[in-house]
């Protein structure tokens, strides 16, 4: 593993840019006592520490001039957040001074560490599983609620124990049918293959159900409203957002370039993207805004398809696929010109609809998972749960002798989830996504 450079010290500015009260500077790897020695004077040396204490003093610079007053919080390994000695500078916030505290840690030994380095060494040092690893991620970045309580949900384990309980039920039934391999004639009891089998592609199917959601409370969701010039696409967007964002006239064409907003529904931070009207137009700019309107949609997590309901009904404005559109109909306070059950009457004017509409968005973009515990909340936890179901399934249709292998793939995927026999490649690429200082 010395791809991974784990021989360093590595040192980061951890706390956010930008001025703050407090900023932390935290160095971690064999030579944090040493670094800190020749960087901090306090009333006594930071390698003289016991772990667990904080000493107070002066970071100084290389002349022995003070940079900055300072804490220096001494931990050692492994009782760290990387498992290694760490010693963090708690000075004051400004960039000017933690910047200077960081190249003062580089010219004692330290090397800039890469983004998520703090982090990986934490589940090099096996502090933290992969799946932890990635809910400190979605801990940092999360913007509601829901996001923070799934990643603290994932970091505490409790997404941990969800999987253990089916990797302890396959591994019960791989057991006993091997047991039994020698023995054919016996056959396997029902209650250890059958019954923990259903069990497990049961509970598979749960987690999987929870990826969608999980990924959408933490990465966020796009919602395109979508329909034809003045079908109050820019309206509704204001309704929903409680303000006036976008320009509303009784022009058609309006909204040329598209316009995003952002809002929060049911726990997922959702942006609401404005586009032009969809029609056959000869001006130039808004055909680009057209183009661009039928661009989002297919970008979109979810299409808010608008047709204005006091005029004669048109075909759609676009084709979108079912699964990821709800068809609005507008304009609900004024006399009705067609009627359709499958569609949802809104009135940007009055609020009415508003909150049925809400609670449909939630509906599609959560759906059941939003009651169970621990989500899954990225694309590759899916996809190894995913994977882990497609074997449990083959497992049930097979005769015993095959479906050992079946049940060892499924044990395989199960174990890429939490991230226990991963590649490096898998480590990498979940890493590069952290920033620098996690
Ligand atoms: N200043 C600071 N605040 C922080 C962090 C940090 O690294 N530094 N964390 C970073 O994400 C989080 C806390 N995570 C941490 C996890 C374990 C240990 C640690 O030292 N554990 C030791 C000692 C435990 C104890 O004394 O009870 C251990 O587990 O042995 C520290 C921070 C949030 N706040
Ligand atoms: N009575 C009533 N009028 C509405 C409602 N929603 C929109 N309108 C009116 O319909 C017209 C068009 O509304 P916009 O929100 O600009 O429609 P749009 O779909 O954004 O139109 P473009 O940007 O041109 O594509 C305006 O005169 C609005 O005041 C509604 O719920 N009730
Ligand atoms: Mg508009």
Same mark, same amino acid.
């Given at each position: 593993?010395?791809?991974?450079?784990?021989?360093?010290?590595?040192?980061?500015?951890?706390?956010?840019?930008?001025?703050?009260?407090?900023?932390?500077?935290?160095?971690?790897?064999?030579?944090?006592?040493?670094?800190?020695?020749?960087?901090?004077?306090?009333?006594?040396?930071?390698?003289?520490?016991?772990?667990?204490?904080?000493?107070?003093?002066?970071?100084?610079?290389?002349?022995?001039?003070?940079?900055?007053?300072?804490?220096?919080?001494?931990?050692?390994?492994?009782?760290?957040?990387?498992?290694?000695?760490?010693?963090?500078?708690?000075?004051?916030?400004?960039?000017?001074?933690?910047?200077?505290?960081?190249?003062?840690?580089?010219?004692?030994?330290?090397?800039?560490?890469? &983004?998520? +380095?703090?982090?990986?060494?934490?589940? %090099?040092?096996?502090?933290?599983?992969?799946?932890?690893? /990635?809910?400190?991620?979605?801990?940092?970045?999360?913007?509601? $609620?829901?996001?923070?309580?799934?990643?603290?949900?994932?970091? #505490?384990?409790?997404?941990?124990?969800? @999987?253990?309980?089916?990797?302890s039920r396959v591994t019960r039934v791989l057991a006993a049918v091997q047991a039994m391999l020698d023995y054919p004639e016996e056959g396997v009891p029902e209650e250890d293959r059958e019954t923990p089998l259903a069990l497990a592609a049961q509970d598979l199917e749960a987690l999987i159900a929870s990826s969608r959601a999980g990924q959408l409370a933490t990465r966020g969701a796009r919602l395109a409203l979508?329909?034809?010039?003045?079908?109050?696409?820019?309206?509704?967007?204001?309704?929903?957002?409680?303000?006036?964002?976008?320009? %509303?006239?009784?022009?058609?064409?309006?909204?040329?370039?598209?316009?995003?907003?952002?809002?929060?529904?049911?726990? @997922? &931070?959702?942006?609401?993207?404005?586009?032009?009207?969809?029609?056959?137009?000869?001006?130039?700019?808004?055909?680009?805004?057209?183009?661009?309107? %039928?661009?989002?949609?297919?970008?979109?997590?979810?299409?808010?398809?608008?047709? $204005?309901?006091?005029?004669?009904?048109?075909?759609?404005?676009?084709?979108?696929?079912?699964?990821?559109?709800?068809?609005?109909?507008?304009?609900?306070?004024?006399?009705?010109?067609?009627?359709?059950?499958?569609?949802?009457?809104?009135?940007a004017v009055t609020g009415a609809g508003l909150p049925a509409l809400r609670e449909a968005i939630r509906a599609r973009l959560l759906g059941d998972a939003a009651r169970g515990e621990a989500w899954l909340t990225t694309e590759r936890q899916g996809d190894a749960a995913r994977r882990a179901l497609g074997h449990v399934q083959a497992a049930r249709a097979l005769p015993d002798e095959l479906a050992t292998l079946?049940?060892? /793939?499924?044990?395989?995927?199960?174990?890429?989830? #939490?991230?226990? $026999?991963?590649? +490096?490649?898998?480590? $990498?690429?979940?890493?590069?996504?952290?920033?620098?200082?996690?």
């Amino acid at each position: 593993m010395t791809r991974l450079g784990l021989e360093d010290t590595i040192a980061a500015i951890s706390t956010a840019p930008g001025a703050g009260g407090i900023g932390v500077v935290r160095v971690s790897g064999e030579d944090a006592l040493r670094v800190a020695d020749a960087m901090f004077a306090g009333r006594r040396a930071p390698g003289r520490t016991p772990g667990g204490r904080f000493l107070y003093g002066r970071v100084l610079d290389a002349s022995g001039d003070v940079v900055d007053e300072s804490l220096a919080l001494v931990f050692r390994a492994p009782h760290s957040y990387t498992g290694e000695d760490v010693v963090e500078f708690q000075t004051h916030g400004s960039p000017a001074v933690l910047n200077r505290v960081l190249a003062r840690a580089l010219e004692a030994g330290a090397r800039p560490a890469k &983004p998520g +380095e703090f982090t990986l060494r934490a589940y %090099v040092n096996g502090r933290l599983d992969l799946a932890q690893a /990635e809910a400190v991620l979605s801990l940092v970045n999360a913007q509601t $609620d829901t996001a923070r309580r799934q990643a603290t949900l994932g970091l #505490t384990g409790a997404l941990a124990n969800r @999987v253990a309980l089916i990797q302890s039920r396959v591994t019960r039934v791989l057991a006993a049918v091997q047991a039994m391999l020698d023995y054919p004639e016996e056959g396997v009891p029902e209650e250890d293959r059958e019954t923990p089998l259903a069990l497990a592609a049961q509970d598979l199917e749960a987690l999987i159900a929870s990826s969608r959601a999980g990924q959408l409370a933490t990465r966020g969701a796009r919602l395109a409203l979508i329909g034809r010039p003045n079908a109050g696409k820019s309206s509704l967007l204001n309704a929903l957002l409680g303000y006036e964002r976008s320009i %509303v006239t009784p022009v058609a064409g309006t909204t040329r370039d598209y316009l995003e907003a952002q809002l929060e529904l049911a726990g @997922v &931070p959702i942006t609401l993207v404005d586009t032009a009207g969809l029609r056959d137009t000869d001006d130039a700019i808004e055909a680009a805004g057209v183009r661009q309107a %039928v661009a989002l949609a297919g970008g979109a997590d979810l299409i808010l398809h608008l047709e $204005d309901g006091s005029s004669p009904r048109e075909d759609a404005a676009l084709d979108t696929p079912a699964d990821r559109t709800l068809h609005v109909r507008t304009k609900a306070d004024l006399p009705p010109a067609w009627a359709d059950a499958a569609t949802l009457p809104v009135s940007a004017v009055t609020g009415a609809g508003l909150p049925a509409l809400r609670e449909a968005i939630r509906a599609r973009l959560l759906g059941d998972a939003a009651r169970g515990e621990a989500w899954l909340t990225t694309e590759r936890q899916g996809d190894a749960a995913r994977r882990a179901l497609g074997h449990v399934q083959a497992a049930r249709a097979l005769p015993d002798e095959l479906a050992t292998l079946e049940l060892e /793939e499924a044990l395989r995927a199960l174990n890429d989830l #939490t991230g226990r $026999d991963v590649t +490096e490649d898998v480590v $990498d690429a979940v890493f590069r996504n952290f920033c620098v200082g996690k």
